[in-house]
């Protein structure tokens, strides 16, 4: 059961960099990179990029792990583990 669980993190992933290079504006994000930090993120554009990765995923995704989870290697491995909560 592991490579069907390796595959959604890996497109899981590669969601989430398409989705935060496209809002931030930016080049992929490197694994320890930080929204805010490192990227130049704001909460308007946490917004924007919780909203993308709902319709994306067809899932509720919570804003707030986008402020607890700030690091992109973080926030993936986390949205992945996130059930419908």
């Known amino acids: 059961m592991n490579p069907p669980n390796n595959a959604v993190t890996a ?4 969601l989430v960099s398409q989705v935060w290079t496209e809002v931030l504006g930016c080049r992929p994000p490197a694994g ?3 929204f805010f930090n ?7 554009l946490a917004f924007q990029t919780t909203v993308r990765l709902r319709k994306a995923l067809d899932r509720h995704v919570p804003l707030k792990l986008l402020f607890t989870a700030p690091c ?3 926030y993936a491995a986390r949205l992945c583990g996130e059930g419908t909560s």
């Open 11 to 14: 497109d899981t992933e590669a």
């Open 32 to 34: 320890d990179e930080h």
């Open 38 to 44: 490192d990227l130049g993120g704001n909460s308007l």
């Open 72 to 74: 992109f290697a973080d």
